[in-house]
Every structure is written in structure tokens, then in C-alpha cells.
């Protein structure tokens, strides 16, 4: 299996590239010396997850040779919105597992330091580009944001 | 309730029209083992499922199909909103056009449209989760014909990565599944 996919590439394309490398240490993979339980076995980081289209790497079954696609963006915007998808896909995944084992721990633990991070990188975004959630505080004024910001099918890009 | 998120779950960006892949493509739309069948199944199953377990996993899976179904429509309203009325007649979707315009309609890749009885519920959990993990291993065996029926690389890369949210939610139900045979 290829597990290369370029991650460190990404992250040095990154305009958050401090927050995600936070991120990684935090959420996948690697220091969690004294968890003996340890999810870093167990999860693909939030990138790879998320170009993979699965957190899990006991459950990923590739497609003949077909390797996931690379997502490059394109500007600051869409890096922006690329890293809010890897991060939200990450909680979503914890979120299937943890509906049908709520009491593992360590599940939960990752779940809310991704639930934390995702927060405010959604705030960030929100404010600085567009609105995701129509009770944004970021929209504050006419012409109402909702309304005028790129429909995602129309986006043409991210 | 629901509240919409202003992007899609996995970005999608087709640059080339294709009408004959929108052709195939719908069915994942309104075919008999598509995104919104999948949705509407586990969203109505989860009402009568035994436990917390069971309502929590339907919801989520559920609310995360409704994003695949936004998906797949980008999908198609990218491959077809630059064609022509002559191009869609050649690609053979001229009888679509006649009754829907560009408008999205979902039906399976025959042009046979949605029907309800997709839902395939029986109120009887471990026969519903049974049918859901049928359901996601059919989907993915249609995402997988419809991989190998295209070069594009703009449509292969959505393509895959439903395909891999299939089998996790097919291992997520049968992980119910198995559950539910202990305890009923």
C-alpha cells in the first residue's frame, strides 16, 4: 500500500502549515508515548483520511491501482477550505465509530481535539472568507453573505 | 432538524463535459442503490431501531449520505450544464431534456426514475441493518463499474473516495449488526 501521498509535501505547501503540523502531532500519529492503546496505529493522519476517503487503515481497501486523487489548491482560500475538510472528515470518522463503541476513551479524546481544532479553523475561515453556517457571526451586513458567496457546485475549484 | 454546511464533504471540480458518464452517473442519484436511496433507508430505519446505538449510527451515516447526494448532483450538473440541445439528443438525452430540461431528475442509469420502494424497510433491525450492509456493498460495486467506465481524472477522484465511504459505513453496520445479534 502506498502511504507516502505526499503529506509532508502538503504540509509544506500549507498556509496553515504550523496549525496542521500541531494538528498532526496532536490527532495522528505519533507521540503518544504513554498511550499504550495507542490510536496512532490505528488512524491514517487527517490528510492521508481524508484523501483516502477512510480514517481507518484496517478497513481501507484500495480500488485496483487506482490511488486517491491529490488535491492541490490553488490559492490561500482553498487551502483554507481543504484543511477545514481534513479535519472535519477526521471528526466525522470518530463520530461513526464512537455511535457504536461511546465508551472508548481514547476515541473520544482525539474526538474532541479534533472537535476543538475544527472550531477554530471554522471561525478563522468564517471570518476571513465565507460563510459555511448560516448563523455565522461573520455575517454581519448587506448584502446578506449567504446569498451572494459561490454555491459549492458553481465554485469551479474547491 | 437539519442545517445545511456551504460546501461539499469532498471537493469535485470536472472541467470536461461528459454526457455519456452523466448518463451512467445518474444512477447514483435515483438508481435502486444510490445516494438517495441510501439516505432516505437509514433516515426512515432509524426511528425503530432497539437502541441509542442504532438511532445515533442511522442518523449520522444517514445525514452524512445527504452530502453524498449533493455530491453527485455537482457531479452530474458539472458533466452537463455547457452541452448543447443537439450534443444531449446524441448522447441520447434527448428524451431527458424534453421532460426536465438541465434540471437535475433522479432516476437509475435506464432513465427509470426513483421509487420509494428503495427504503426496503422492515422494522425489523437485524433484517434492516442486513439490507444497509447489502446496500453499501452494492454501491459499491456500482462506483466501481462506473470507475471503469471513465479516463477522467476529475470524475475518478470523487468516484473512489464514495467508494471507500461505502465500505466503512458497510463495516459500521455490520459492527451493529454483530452487536444487536448479542443482545436480541
Known amino acids: 500500500m502506498n ?12 498556509f496553515f502549515r504550523e496549525d496542521l503540523y ?29 484523501i483516502k476517503g477512510n480514517l481507518f ?10 490511488q486517491p486523487a491529490i488535491i492541490t489548491p490553488k490559492n490561500e482560500q482553498e487551502q483554507a477550505l481543504f484543511n ?24 473520544f479524546n482525539q474526538f474532541v481535539m479534533l472537535r476543538n481544532y475544527y472550531n477554530k479553523l471554522l471561525m478563522e475561515y468564517e471570518n476571513k472568507y465565507d460563510a459555511i453556517n448560516v448563523n455565522s457571526i461573520s455575517l454581519n ?8 458567496q459561490t454555491w459549492p457546485w458553481d465554485r469551479g475549484n474547491m | 432538524m437539519w442545517q445545511y454546511q456551504k460546501k461539499l464533504q469532498y471537493p469535485i471540480n470536472i472541467k470536461q463535459k461528459d454526457l455519456r458518464m452523466a448518463k451512467y452517473l445518474v444512477t447514483q442519484y435515483g438508481g435502486a442503490n444510490g445516494e438517495l436511496g441510501a439516505a432516505l433507508r437509514y433516515l426512515n430505519q432509524r426511528y425503530t431501531m432497539p437502541d441509542d446505538k442504532g438511532k445515533a449510527l442511522l442518523t449520522d451515516i444517514g445525514t452524512e449520505e445527504l452530502g453524498h447526494i449533493e455530491m453527485i448532483s455537482t457531479m452530474i450538473y458539472q458533466l452537463t450544464k455547457d452541452a448543447t440541445i443537439e450534443e444531449l439528443e446524441a448522447a441520447g438525452l434527448g428524451p431527458n431534456y424534453a421532460e426536465h430540461r438541465k434540471g437535475l431528475y433522479p432516476t437509475d442509469s435506464n432513465g427509470v426514475p426513483f421509487t420509494i420502494t428503495y427504503f426496503a424497510t422492515t422494522g425489523d433491525p437485524l433484517a434492516d441493518l442486513y439490507e444497509d450492509m447489502a446496500a453499501e456493498q452494492k454501491a459499491r460495486a456500482v462506483y466501481e463499474n462506473l470507475i471503469d467506465m471513465t479516463k477522467d481524472p476529475d470524475v475518478i477522484g470523487p468516484l473512489l473516495w464514495l467508494r471507500q465511504r461505502e465500505i466503512v459505513h458497510f463495516n459500521r453496520f455490520k459492527e451493529l449488526y454483530e452487536y444487536y445479534k448479542t443482545i436480541l
Open chain 1, 3 to 14: 502511504n507516502h501521498f505526499n503529506y509532508y509535501n502538503a504540509l509544506n505547501r500549507n
Open chain 1, 57 to 66: 487503515k484496517n478497513l481501507y481497501q484500495q480500488y485496483k491501482n487506482y
Open chain 1, 141 to 148: 451586513n448587506v448584502p446578506f453573505g449567504w446569498v451572494e
Open chain 1, 22 to 50: 500541531n494538528a498532526e502531532n496532536n490527532f495522528s500519529l505519533n507521540n503518544n508515548v504513554n498511550n499504550s492503546n495507542s490510536l496512532n496505529n490505528i488512524l491514517y493522519g487527517p490528510y492521508e483520511g481524508f
Open chain 1, 84 to 107: 477545514l475538510d481534513q479535519i472535519q472528515f477526521a471528526m466525522h470518522e470518530l463520530n461513526l465509530y464512537l455511535d457504536n463503541y461511546p465508551n472508548d476513551r481514547d476515541t
